[in-house]
């Protein structure tokens, strides 16, 4: 079979932008991954079930297991990697650990962005509100209770003005 | 991959080149049948670009007019999601697919798509929505009802595109409702889904319109003879009995598969459909 011809996109990526060439056929998640490298983006399910691959498109929490790399063509994308500055925790992050959260963490970066996508619009969600934010978010561990705990406990921190925390390893 | 620089432009493209080149909406279902080999389209016509002309909600003449890239994100932001009449929106967002789905699909695929957990497609025919299709020789509207004719069989060619969706605005004393269960309450594809749209004056139905995501075919469709029994009726618990134990299954085929039995699935449509149709009651007369 006659192979594709590259096209050409550039993708703003936690701020920066990135020229690259893919297939039509390329999704989001394989560009992020493996011609830019930012493998806190993980594929789960591959078909927009899970939400370990979520990350925030032009303000929205998107699959990227569902977009193909073309169409995200001049789009302001952030991923975990871009959440904070380098050496330091987003206050989601720090709650995330505070709470204990953290079992396998294979779900974790879909999960942080989705937490992320809530909090940059309501700073002090319901519990509610919190649980149809993490909706979408499969965790096979099952650490639901803890994500509750944690979106609170980052709300608080953020409302604080306690965004960034250094990590001490 | 073809990526037009407006809807014209697309058009034209499919004119050229449909069936081999294949519209590309949101995805959320292209990219699966792909994956799982189902379809194996030559070229992906990227509709994504066209969002700015193609993604509205606005009120003209006494309709409701919804451009086809619309996603369920961009509905929560209208209208639709507040105004007491048209609150089956809210309903169906509520579970549809998940957070990161629902900021991709749009409107215009769910009719296309056409299966019966096209939700949207469930509601919109309880609206009397007619589908406005576009190609190069034209625009021509036609019942969304005519439009879907089997299980992902839309009666449109292939190079039209679905450009909006029309229904009425609704008149006084009228409301909307959709539900959907499953083991979940999101990410699922419902053991039965029901829409409905009603109107009630003292107490009596005026008029009443119920889908389901199966009646008789493999597509969401009208339950009508138990519309027609329920008319000019009194709305109470006994005629809805009535019209769901003696009616409905006159019309109705369930079948059985791996998520449910047919016979689980006939029951369960009597009881969302009374559930349903009180919740447009309720709704009416100023609740949730």
């Known amino acids: 079979m006659e192979e594709y011809p590259d096209i050409e996109i550039t993708l703003n990526v936690n701020g920066k932008d990135y020229t690259v060439k893919v297939k039509p056929y390329e999704r989001l998640i394989d560009v992020l991954r493996y011609k830019l490298g930012f493998t806190s983006v993980k594929e789960g399910c591959g078909r927009g079930e899970c939400g370990t691959c979520a990350v925030i498109m032009d303000g929205e929490l998107v699959a990227s297991c569902m977009v193909l790399a073309v169409q995200a063509r001049g789009k302001k994308i952030l991923t975990l990697e871009g959440l904070a500055p380098p050496g330091k925790l987003h206050a989601i992050q720090k709650a995330l650990l505070d709470t204990f959260a953290m079992q396998c963490g294979f779900c974790f970066p879909g999960v942080i962005m989705a937490m992320k996508h809530l909090l940059d619009k309501n700073p002090n969600p319901t519990e509610e509100e919190i649980k149809e934010a993490l909706s979408g978010n499969l965790c096979r561990c099952g650490s639901y209770l803890r994500f509750i705990k944690a979106a609170k406990l980052a709300a608080e921190y953020i409302r604080k003005g306690q965004v960034y925390f250094e990590f001490k390893g | ?288």
């Open chain 2, 1 to 288: 991959m073809y990526i037009p620089k407006n809807l014209n432009d697309a058009l034209e493209y499919l004119d050229r080149h449909a069936p081999d080149a294949i519209p590309l909406a949101g995805g959320t279902d292209l990219l699966i049948q792909i994956r799982e080999g189902k379809i194996r389209p030559k070229v992906l016509v990227d509709l994504s670009g066209l969002k700015s002309e193609l993604a509205y909600v606005k009120k003209v003449n006494g309709n409701i007019v919804i451009g086809a890239l619309t996603t369920p994100n961009d509905l929560a932001k209208t209208f639709l999601h507040k105004d007491p009449k048209y609150l089956g929106f809210l309903d169906v967002y509520k579970r549809f697919a998940s957070p990161i789905l629902r900021s991709l699909a749009t409107i215009g695929g769910n009719i296309g798509v056409a299966v019966s957990a096209s939700d949207y497609l469930t509601l919109l025919l309880t609206l009397n929505a007619k589908v406005k299709l576009v190609s190069v020789e034209g625009e021509r509207t036609v019942p969304l009802e005519e439009l879907v004719v089997e299980k992902r069989t839309l009666a449109k060619d292939p190079n039209e595109l679905i450009r909006e969706i029309i229904f009425p605005e609704l008149p006084e004393n009228y409301s909307t409702a959709f539900m959907k269960l499953d083991r979940r309450e999101i990410i699922i594809t419902g053991y039965v889904t029901v829409a409905t749209c009603l109107q009630l004056k003292d107490g009596k139905i005026t008029d009443v319109r119920i889908a389901f995501d199966r009646v008789n075919k493999r597509i969401p469709g009208r339950a009508r003879k138990t519309e027609e029994f329920l008319k000019g009726k009194e709305f109470s618990l006994e005629v809805i009995r009535q019209a769901y134990n003696e009616v409905l299954p006159t019309e109705m085929v369930r079948k059985s598969d791996f998520r449910a039995s047919g016979e689980y699935r006939m029951d369960l449509s009597k009881v969302l459909m009374k559930r349903v149709l009180l919740k447009a009651k309720s709704r009416i007369e100023g609740g949730a």
